[in-house]
């Protein structure tokens, strides 16, 4: 089986900076990888994704504030977020494709996932 497991959650200030991380375990093979967050009330969003060969793309809301990085193996995925706002403040999911499609495009990872518990991030103002 895959497993995957975030970690890094905390409560920061409002412009700060925080990284979260994602292990994956299992038999897999490298593909298209992501982040999500989900607001209590909200629907979950996807806000960051990278393809296999590295290509990393991000909504409008996360663009020039957070970045998206994983090792060569695809076996660990990063979220190092900077400039922090409360509207940030969710539980942080990581996603793998269960379908291990190489590349991501608009659509990836909104369904066929494989899903760690989430991490919490509060931003306070």
């Known amino acids: 089986e895959v497993g995957l497991m975030e970690s890094g959650g905390d409560s920061v200030q409002a412009g700060g900076s925080l990284t979260l991380s994602c292990t994956v375990s299992?038999?897999?093979?490298?593909?298209?990888m992501g982040w999500f967050r989900q607001a209590p009330g909200s629907g979950r969003e996807r806000i960051a994704a990278?393809?296999?060969?590295?290509?990393?793309s991000y909504s409008d809301s996360v663009k020039g504030r957070f970045t998206i990085s994983t090792d060569n193996r695809g076996k660990s995925l990063s979220l190092q977020m900077t400039g922090l706002k409360p509207e940030d403040t969710a539980r942080y999911y990581c996603?793998?494709?269960?379908?291990?499609?190489?590349?991501?495009?608009?659509?990836?990872?909104?369904?066929?996932?494989?899903w760690g518990q989430g991490t919490q991030v509060t931003v306070s103002s």
């Open positions: 996603a793998l494709d269960r379908l291990f499609r190489s590349y991501c495009s608009g659509a990836s990872l909104k369904e066929n996932n494989y």
């Open positions: 299992g038999t897999y093979t490298r593909s298209c």
């Open positions: 990278i393809d296999s060969g590295g290509t990393p």
